[in-house]
């Protein structure tokens, strides 16, 4: 087991991804095992109030359903859509993402959180440890299945938001001159830039710049705009590109 992740992209960047350790990772499901448990709670309090309408025996039975579905849909859900992070993760500082390093995916969200049920289940809970202790990534048995790893979310002062530029019509796109000659490999490689951008350590976005968005810029007479991150004019040109080909 090592502390560092390496993944080398296909713009040949090799990003380091610290692992998160077992320690913070133990206080974090600590911390999102009291969030299930309240909503749980709270769930089956309401549920208690219908038993005299469906009986006690329905109560059970949706009660021991709706539990699962209650702990399932509190990972599955956070870290869906909330890029890899839970309650308990934000808190310690911890990050899910894809063993490639690009954000989670609502399919591998769920997979890797099926088989979470197993970290419930004393009799299993020796063997996730095991598990983890002898991965050289740290993953436990949910993210081998699911390609994923838990990494350190890293600290950084950010002096820009990322913009959404899966939807809608990016403010920058005016700006942005023809990119008839921009090609494919170049739009997989500045969207994937995007993609990564927000989780990358301060040096390696700096360097990311340098090294990717600078070159495509000048080969594409794409000026700076003042007081405007370089992130922001990437996802105007991923938009705008994206909708010249009907890829978004």
């Known amino acids: 087991m090592t502390d560092q992740h390496l993944v080398l992209t296909p713009e040949k960047t090799v990003l380091a991804y610290r692992l998160g350790g077992l320690g913070t990772r133990v206080s974090a499901h600590a911390i999102d095992l009291l969030a299930v448990i309240t909503l749980a709670m709270l769930f089956n309090t309401g549920l208690g109030l219908l038993a005299p309408v469906i009986g006690p ?19 599955v859900l956070l870290e869906g859509l909330w890029r890899g992070l839970t309650l308990g993760k934000r808190a310690v500082g ?32 020796v063997l996730g440890f095991i ?17 994923t790893i838990v990494v350190v979310e890293p600290k950084f002062d950010a002096s820009f938001t990322p913009a959404p530029h899966r939807v809608g019509l990016h403010p920058l796109e005016e700006t942005v001159p023809g990119l008839e000659r ?11 830039l995007c993609d990564r951008f927000p989780a990358l350590p301060a040096e390696t976005q700096v360097q990311s710049i340098g090294e990717i968005w600078r070159p495509f810029a000048e080969r594409h007479r ?4 003042p007081g405007v991150h370089p992130v922001y004019q990437m996802e105007a040109v991923v938009m705008k590109f994206g909708r010249m080909h009907n890829l978004v």
């Open 94 to 125: 911890l990050r899910v993402t894809m063993a490639d390093g690009t954000p989670i995916t609502f399919a591998a969200a769920l997979y890797r959180n099926l088989l979470r049920l197993a970290d419930f289940l004393p009799a299993l809970y």
């Open 222 to 225: 794409i000026a700076d705009l």
């Open 131 to 147: 598990v983890i202790f002898t991965n050289p990534r740290s993953q436990r048995l949910g993210d081998l299945g699911a390609g």
């Open 182 to 192: 921009m090609t494919m490999a170049e739009y997989h490689a500045i969207k994937r």
């Open 57 to 75: 025996e329905a109560v059970q039975g949706i009660g021991t359903l709706g539990t699962f579905v209650v702990i399932l849909s509190y990972f």
